[in-house]
Structures are given as C-alpha cells and as structure tokens.
C-alpha cells in the first residue's frame, strides 16, 4: 500500500487547509487510516482516524471541533479539513493506514504499518 499526502501550506492563525492522502489500493473494507503530526522536537502524535467500514471517525482532544476527517471512496482518498487552525498546529502531517488494527490501538503510530511521506503545515501568529 503506497500512501500520498499533499495539502499542506503556510496559514495564518484562524484559517483553513485541507490534506489529502490517497492510497494506492481501492478495497479498504478493514482499513482504519489516520492523520498523525510531528512538530519539531517533538513525538509523532495522533491526529485523527477514520475506520472505512461503517465510516466511525476518532479525534485527539486538541483538534475536536476544529477538524474533520471524512473520505471519497471513488479516489481511494482520505481529506483533513483543519479549520480555525492554530500555531501550536504547526508540524509535518502524516497520513497512515492499516488493515489489522482494532480500535483500542488506532491512537499509536507503531500500530500503522503504512505511511506517507509527510506535508508540512506552518500556522502563523
């Protein structure tokens, strides 16, 4: 499974971006995949999770309300919608997939076995 993330930019605080990562494979039917960040100095954290069966959606407390994670099943793609982004927002985002998880384990990054390459968001003050 090959993934591609693009979307990312240079925002002022209080705007919007939208990632994209589209995978390389079109059956997903026990896929979970999921957005991590990792700012500079800091652990790859997680961001957002969606599970493509049954399409149930998982946040991290810091970005509830504020992004949404959703799919277009005829692109293989998964969108980030980052509203009312803030400067502690600022990192490289991730996107990653996996087929064996359960939902207990969707928060970790060890637990994906497929990544992307990264797309960096800078949010300015």
């Known amino acids: 499974v090959q993934l591609q993330a693009s979307g990312g930019g240079l925002v002022q605080a209080g705007g919007s971006l939208r990632l994209s990562c589209t995978a390389s494979v079109r059956t997903f039917s026990r896929f979970f995949m999921a957005w991590f960040r990792q700012a500079p100095g800091k652990e790859r954290e997680f961001v957002a999770a969606?599970?493509?069966?049954?399409?149930?959606?998982y946040y991290a407390d810091s970005v509830k309300g504020r992004f949404t994670i959703s799919r277009d099943n005829a692109e293989n793609t998964v969108y980030l919608q980052m509203n009312n982004l803030k400067p502690e927002d600022t990192a490289v985002y991730y996107c990653?997939?996996?087929?064996?998880?359960?939902?207990?384990?969707?928060?970790?990054?060890?637990?994906?076995?497929?990544w992307g390459q990264g797309t960096l968001v800078t949010v300015s003050s």
């Open positions: 990653a997939a996996d087929s064996r998880l359960i939902q207990s384990s969707i928060r970790y990054a060890y637990e994906y076995d497929y």
């Open positions: 969606y599970k493509w069966s049954g399409g149930s959606t």
